[in-house]
């Protein structure tokens, strides 16, 4: 499995982008699917994360009410729709895929992930 992100970019304090991950192969729809983040000099955290079925998303406290994570298994991507950014949301953004396949299962930790992306960039400024 290929994850490609995009959309990342520099914007002000306040705007809102659109993140997505396009995933490669057909087994995609059963993949947990999440959204990290770096910034230099911390360690990857999570941001959000979805279940393969979609019922299902995690957020992090700090993008909670301003991030939506979404996805479409027919058009095989994941999206992070972030509204009000704020700089505290610069960093490398990467999409990962948990390739256990349960259905209603979010998962939170980086060691659940299987496939990892490039990472985009998404600098904020004030």
């Known amino acids: 499995v290929q994850l490609q992100a995009s959309g990342g970019g520099l914007v002000r304090a306040g705007d809102s982008l659109r993140l997505s991950c396009r995933a490669s192969?057909?087994?995609?729809?059963?993949?947990?699917m999440g959204w990290f983040r770096q910034a230099p000099g911390k360690e990857r955290e999570i941001v959000a994360a979805?279940?393969?079925?979609?019922?299902?998303?995690y957020y992090a406290d700090s993008v909670k009410g301003r991030f939506t994570v979404s996805r479409d298994n027919t058009q095989y991507t994941v999206d992070l729709q972030m509204n009000n950014l704020k700089p505290a949301d610069t960093a490398v953004y990467y999409c990962?895929?948990?390739?256990?396949?349960?259905?209603?299962?979010?998962?939170?930790?980086?060691?659940?992930?299987?496939?990892w992306g490039q990472g985009t960039q998404v600098t904020v400024s004030s």
């Open positions: 192969g057909s087994t995609f729809s059963v993949y947990g």
């Open positions: 979805i279940s393969w079925s979609g019922s299902n998303t």
């Open positions: 990962g895929a948990d390739q256990r396949g349960l259905p209603d299962y979010i998962p939170k930790i980086q060691d659940e992930y299987d496939y």
